[in-house]
């Protein structure tokens, strides 16, 4: 059955890997194009003894996941942009309070109420922008359904390890297309959580999850200990795919998710056209893979950035190569998902420009 | 590495979307690479829905195809959607028994076959889609092989009376046999 | 030489409680409210069961104050935090928010409701003291007409910022609830009966959801001594916010008639060609 190549819908094939990852607890809202993983969770939750709610908003939903992550299981949402925004708060508490949870972001066109296209428009909040404060967290950005479900055990995993909320992020073809997926066996070991907030026995103190500290000395205590935790997960979780990089071309295209999918084709093509030209394929959006780019800046004359925005990564590749190549870019914004042709011209005619 | 694209269009509950799902059932049966991506969101509340299958013996890159190498045509507004997108030489089955027009094109390969009626004959009207898929399936070289289609179809009506699966495996054929070249 | 003085405990602070002094104002009633809360724990041996959710508010620090395991909500969001401890923690745990009337009537109205309306198995302890007094004395949702706060500097004019809140009576029209009550904590006799009622919705959450609305004072945010905030709350908000039990098992209003519509009759809609 596990070994099982099945063809699923990505929004389901998300909510079968968390279930498999040891989630029971689904908190959600509606909100186009992710429903079909709320449906799932409210289908298969209540059958294995699980928990599903539907909450009144994005804004319950969040502060839910937060009561049930400080109680110790194992715990998530999803949304698309419009909702995501509405969790900012919440967000920041969870990572202030250091409570693991998994949010899905189905990411559509913006901004405000935007379209329900695919998009890459909210790398800024996820990586960034997501709440208030001094404040990271893992975001992961499969580009096929296989690896959401892979990515899905690993941003619980990710999460527990670093005790903080992991985001997963996709777009519409992710949510909404149908990929064969083989799924992992159930997980059966999951961590222990000492300190949950289960009702205090006399054998311990009481468990506090919380996130004020009014003296600023304990505030900057804490920030201190978070960016601690930030250090590590910079150190050890970058990572990307090299997709024809191995002959160091002179031209290095960069792209994720859904785009990413389509820039490979586009290598492709363009290798068969007598381009020399490789995809760096950033799979955690934060910790950005930046010394994987430096490296190919070693090599690499030029690259390009090809987003569904209006250029958001491509701000973190600027970081990476620190001015010592160019780094040019192209998108499409508001939904509009360009063709292999289109990426195609657009890259001979940034060759040309430099 | 081969990627072929196939777009299904029709009426919302003409079974486009089925038929998309038995194809790439029927791809993973034999081993490949394959995406399905359907069109979402108002625009599948009624009027008319399409998905697009890629098919490939190797990881495929984008499921979101502008030119389409085959089309399934069930109505009207989906032959005027999609005949223009279609690839040169391409291949277009289209259900003449709701579109009585001819193709504007000269470099598609077209196949009219009707659908409706092959469905009805056979006493299951809301077959029409498995119909087609055959007729299809006589025009589709190696995309799949026939043998996997109707294991799909199996697989689609596990679970209902072995009835259904008879009734739609003749649609099937019947489908075949009206698309296969003169 | 030395005399024996023979040393009896006549008042003791409750072990449901920290050692922690409270940061609340001279004559706040807080302090009360977290006396009676922790002496039901208390007494119904419930401790080591029991998970408690602070609030934003003056309360933002009542974890430091409850020897419980305990969460820090966002502004409003207690019952949505007591909604996803409730829901994954084994069915014996008591689960307890505690909420002031910015914080529950105000920017959390949606989650309380929806939390009450859900019959979430939770009791809420919500303090109305009619102003945002951590922020410095703002008009709150249940601040009285004519009354000045620092934002209603010429009294609360309804006209523009409507009448407060009466959130017991609006929870009231729910069908779910199991349990909600109004107390006072102005005089010892009010403070006696409050403690029932914080007691009969803690015996009563396991049922469903359970509201114990605490009509408090806030001396420094109303300018007045704490014995004339007490008199004050007597004689201004009692008269509108009426102390008793709205809804109890044995004494539930009409609007707790749950409805179960027959959905094999559609009334005729299937031969009318409606979508079901």
Known sequence: MSAQRMLMKGSEAIAEAAIRAGCRCF??????????????????????????????????????????????????????????????????????????????????????????????????????????????????????????????????????????????????????????????????????????????????????????????????????????????????????????????????????????????????????????????????????????????????????????????????????????????????AGGVVPSVEEIVAEVRRLIRDR | MKETSVVMAGFGGQGVMSIGKILAKAAIHEGKEVTWLPSYGPEMRGGTANCTVVIADGPIGSPLVKFPDMAIVMNKQSIDKFEPELRPGGLIVVNASLIDRALARRDLVAVHVAANALAEEAGAPRSANIAILGAFMARAGDLVSIAAVEHALAETFAGKPPSLLEQNLAIFRAGLCAGAPA | MSEQIEERAVFERTRVLTAKHTHYCPGCTHGIAHRLVAEVIDELDIQEKTIGVCPVGCAVLAYEYFDLDMQEAAHGRAPAVATGIRRVLPPDRYVFTYQGDGDL????????????????????????????????????????????????????????????????????????????????????????????????????????????????????????????????????????????????????????????????????????????
Request: charged share 20%; proline share 8%.
């Open chain 1, 27 to 332: 908190f959600g809202y509606p909100i186009t194009p992710q429903n079909e993983i709320p449906e799932y969770m409210s289908k298969r939750l209540p059958k294995i003894g699980g928990v599903f709610v539907q909450a009144e908003s994005e804004v319950s939903a969040v502060n839910m996941i937060y009561g049930a992550g400080g109680a110790g299981v194992r715990v998530m949402t999803s949304s698309s942009s419009p909702g995501v925004s509405l969790m900012a708060e919440g967000f920041s508490y969870l990572v202030g309070a250091e409570v693991p949870v998994v949010i899905v972001n189905i990411v559509r066109g913006g901004p405000g109420l935007g379209g329900i296209g695919p998009s890459q428009g909210d790398y800024f909040m996820m990586t960034r922008g997501f709440g208030h404060g001094d404040q990271r967290a893992v975001v992961l950005a499969p580009s096929t359904l296989q690896e959401a479900v892979d990515l899905m055990g690993l941003a619980f995993d990710l999460a527990d390890k670093y005790r903080s909320p992991t985001l997963l992020v996709g777009d519409g073809l992710i949510g909404q297309m149908m990929e064969p997926v083989t799924f992992p066996e159930a997980r059966l070991d999951l961590p222990e959580k000492p300190w949950a907030t289960t009702g205090k026995p006399k054998t311990r103190e009481r468990n506090v999850i919380n996130s004020l500290d009014l003296a600023p000395e304990d505030l900057e205590a804490r920030v201190e200990r978070l960016f601690a935790k930030y250090a590590r997960i910079e150190a050890d979780e970058p990572r990307c795919e090299r997709f024809m990089l191995d002959d160091n071309p002179p031209l290095c295209l960069c792209a994720y998710g859904t785009m990413a999918r389509i820039a490979k084709s586009a290598v492709q093509r363009l290798r068969a056209e007598g381009v020399s030209v490789g995809l760096l394929r950033p799979i955690t959006l934060w910790p950005f893979p930046a010394s994987a780019i430096a490296q190919q800046a070693e090599s690499a004359r030029q690259f390009i950035c090809v987003e569904l925005s209006r250029g958001q990564m491509v701000e973190d590749a600027r970081r990476a190569v620190e001015g010592r190549r160019p780094v040019d870019f192209w998108g499409r």
């Open chain 3, 105 to 276: 009537a105000s920017i959390g109205m949606a989650e309380i409701v929806h939390a009450a309306n859900r019959g979430e198995k939770i009791t809420v302890i919500f303090i109305n003291n009619g102003i945002y007094g951590m922020t410095g004395g703002q008009m709150a949702p249940t601040t009285l007409p004519g009354v000045k706060t620092t934002t209603s500097p010429y009294g609360r004019a309804p006209e523009e910022c409507g009448h407060p809140i009466r959130v017991s009576e609006l929870l009231n029209t729910l069908v779910a609830p199991r349990f909600i009550a109004r107390g006072a904590l102005s005089n010892p006799r009010e403070i006696a009966r409050a403690k029932k009622l914080i007691r009969q919705a803690f015996e009563l959450q396991h049922t469903g959801f359970t509201f114990v609305e605490l009509l408090s004072t806030c001396p420094t945010g109303w300018g007045l001594p704490p014995e004339k905030a007490m008199r004050w709350l007597e004689h201004n908000m009692m008269p509108f916010f009426r102390t008793g039990v709205l809804r109890a098992p044995d004494a539930m209003p009409e609007s707790a008639t749950p409805y179960a519509p027959d959905l094999s009759n559609d009334g005729g809609a299937a031969k009318n060609g409606a979508a079901t």
